[in-house]
């Protein structure tokens, strides 16, 4: 089943590469929301399962009907949400980074990858002041405009949070 939902948001995601804009290619709700649905509900039902420790999910959500979708979907136990929000260029190449040993097997660099990355980064949306403010039931809200180490953002992210992740 995971292998269908990922398959069906990859294949929806990638529509953007090609497309001119955004409006060219529209919201697929049916495309993305069961693999997110899906997401929500394991991390909803490891909740039940932590016995009130704090769960952590961490995903990039390229569009903003997918952010609210999830916020929606996990309701009241969404007691955080933390925008990431580096430079495109800056996240390209974070995610390039976390993969050098797999690229090294590869006989590729991680700047190759960087390169590679690129266009999966069309589509994406970077949060708006006013989605921002549409959060605003949700109880911590953190925009880390950050081009430092991932270090430094985990620290961010847990005073926001207010304890370890």
């Known amino acids: 089943e995971f292998r269908e939902r990922h398959a069906a948001i990859s294949a929806f995601l990638a529509k953007f590469r090609d497309a001119t804009g955004d409006a060219e290619v529209g919201e697929e709700p049916a495309a993305w929301q069961p693999f997110y ?16 420790k ?13 952010r609210a979708f999830i916020k929606d979907r ?3 136990r969404c007691g955080g949400i933390i925008f990431v929000n580096p430079p495109p260029a800056v996240a390209i190449q974070r995610a ?34 006013d989605e921002i403010k549409e959060l605003s039931g949700v109880s911590a809200v953190l925009v880390l405009d950050s081009t430092g180490d991932i270090e430094t953002l985990r620290k961010q992210a847990e005073a926001a949070l207010g304890g370890p992740i």
């Not at 649905?37 to 009130?52: K, Q």
Request: proline residues 5%; aromatic residues 6%; contains cysteine.
């Open 96 to 129: 390039a980074a976390r993969c050098a040993g797999q690229y090294a097997a590869m006989g590729k660099t991680v700047e190759e990858w960087a390169t590679l990355l690129g266009p999966n980064s069309a589509g994406f949306q970077r949060p708006t002041s």
């Open 37 to 52: 649905a899906a997401m929500c509900d394991d991390a909803i039902s490891t909740s039940d399962r932590s016995g009130g």
């Open 54 to 66: 704090t769960v952590v999910v961490v995903h990039s959500v390229y569009r903003r009907a997918m």
């Open 74 to 76: 996990l309701g009241p």
